[in-house]
């Protein structure tokens, strides 16, 4: 089980404790009161390479969860977990490698994991059609919590929670760059 602390705390440790149930839901929009936050049009979907560049921010994103492959038009595979660490080490192996064409890719700080959240949409709260088969549980970003050297943010896409977790918890890991 994990928990993870803040506000919304009760949250991410349901999250955790339910997993497979919450990840498995069906997706919920409301768009009656307010359009999308984050619509599809904003982003430049690359077809073949399983990237998209989100236009105001200028960041491109990976399309799938690490675990996760691109096939073309939705991801495959189960999202894995990670420590703090091994997804740092996770996108130093994709640099290193080169496989996606860039040696840029990094965790994206928690201001930039947020600018994709889909804050009309829950389990998962992101863009489905820009992000599939997205889990509706925590990411891990870049962004260390001060005064607590152990500790870094993650963001939950199931209910749009902020909290900190011990980097030795295991979130799942979105990578982004900067575009060209």
Not at 66 to 85: E, F, K, N, P, V
Not at 157 to 179: C, M, P, Q, Y
Request: aromatic share 8%.
């Amino acid at each position: 089980m994990m928990a993870v602390r803040c506000k919304a705390g009760f949250l991410l440790w349901l999250n955790g404790l339910l997993g497979a149930a919450i990840v498995h839901a069906q997706q919920v929009c409301d768009t009656a009161s307010k359009p999308l936050s984050s619509p599809s049009a904003r982003f430049a979907i690359g077809s073949e390479d399983g990237v998209v560049i989100d236009g105001p921010t200028q960041l491109m994103w990976l399309r799938c969860a690490a675990g996760q492959s691109w096939r073309g038009d939705a991801c495959s595979g189960a999202a894995t977990r990670h420590s703090w660490a091994a997804a740092q080490a996770l996108a130093a192996e994709l640099n290193r490698a080169g496989t996606l064409f860039y040696n840029d890719w990094r965790l994206p700080s928690l201001r930039e994991l947020a600018t994709v959240t889909e804050r009309q949409c829950s389990n998962p709260r992101i863009n489905l059609s820009v992000f599939p088969d997205t889990p509706g549980a925590a990411f891990w970003s870049s962004t260390g919590r001060l005064r607590r050297d152990g500790d870094a943010y993650v963001l939950d896409f199931a209910s749009g929670a902020i909290g900190d977790d011990v980097k030795t918890a295991e979130h799942h890991v979105r990578l982004v760059r900067n575009a060209p």
